[in-house]
């Protein structure tokens, strides 16, 4: 199992410029999640999605948007990057709630907008 | 809302010293509390883990007791070694709809040979 995949690895961006993070799990987990870490800060909920066709708001959503076609795969998108979204961005993973559900997370993708 | 505090780094230590790397929460509920390590260039890694009041997780050598009297849950490890270079994460979790993982800020622990 390659667990969480998330591509790129880093990319940088020019302000108002649009990507698409990608992240994709083959664990057949239900739940998936996007967090981002700020430099020295503990790492906030951007969206979450508890199964195909569902998500929802984190924490931090303003500027992003996500979708959940498949179980395997969960996007990120940023519409107009702006410098407030330089960080390093990190997607999970879990089977399901409940005590017991580690979430698994990928390598990051680390993200600077100029 | 619920929070997690840590002690603030970078925790510089020798070789085979003690550990400990405190973790304090506020929360409406009983959560369940995690400890996640991040080495160098990678995502984070589920470190151990408690459910309840009193319960003791471990791992690698690694301690933290849930103590819901003082809101704590304290990092732990008896002798350091250079490989436990990292940053650590203190996170709680609801056990219901989303699953979301509420962190504290990290804590950089630096052990030198």
């Known amino acids: 199992n390659a667990g969480v995949t998330q591509t790129p690895k880093f990319r940088i961006l020019k302000i108002g410029q649009s990507m698409t993070l990608q992240c994709t799990q083959d664990?057949?987990?239900?739940?998936m999640y996007w967090y981002r870490q700020d430099p020295g800060m503990g790492l906030k909920l951007i969206y979450y999605?508890?199964?195909?066709?569902?998500?929802d708001k984190g924490e931090v959503p303003n500027g992003y948007n996500v979708s959940r076609s498949t179980t395997e795969d969960f996007p990120l998108r940023l519409e107009l990057a702006a410098p407030s979204q330089t960080s390093v961005y990190f997607c999970?993973?879990?089977?399901?709630?409940?005590?017991?559900?580690?979430?698994?997370f990928g390598p990051g993708t680390r993200l600077t907008v100029l | 809302g619920d929070s997690v505090t840590q002690m603030e780094g970078p925790v510089t230590l020798s070789e085979e010293a003690f550990l400990t790397i405190n973790c304090t929460y506020t929360?409406?509920?009983?959560?369940?509390l995690f400890w996640y390590v991040q080495y160098p260039g990678e995502g984070l890694q589920l470190l151990l883990k408690?459910?309840?009041?009193?319960d003791k997780g471990s791992n690698k050598g690694f301690e933290a007791t849930y103590r819901k009297e003082t809101t704590s849950f304290h990092l732990e490890k008896g002798s350091v070694q250079v490989s436990d270079s990292a940053v650590y994460f203190c996170?709680?979790?609801?056990?219901?709809?989303?699953?979301?993982?509420?962190f504290g800020g990290g804590t950089r622990l630096m052990v030198k040979p």
């Open positions: 999970a993973s879990s089977y399901s709630s409940g005590a017991v559900n580690e979430q698994f």
């Open positions: 664990m057949n987990h239900n739940y």
């Open positions: 999605s508890v199964g195909a066709g569902i998500t």
């Open positions: 929360a409406t509920g009983y959560p369940s």
């Open positions: 408690a459910t309840k009041a009193d």
């Open positions: 996170a709680l979790r609801y056990n219901n709809a989303g699953n979301m993982l509420t």
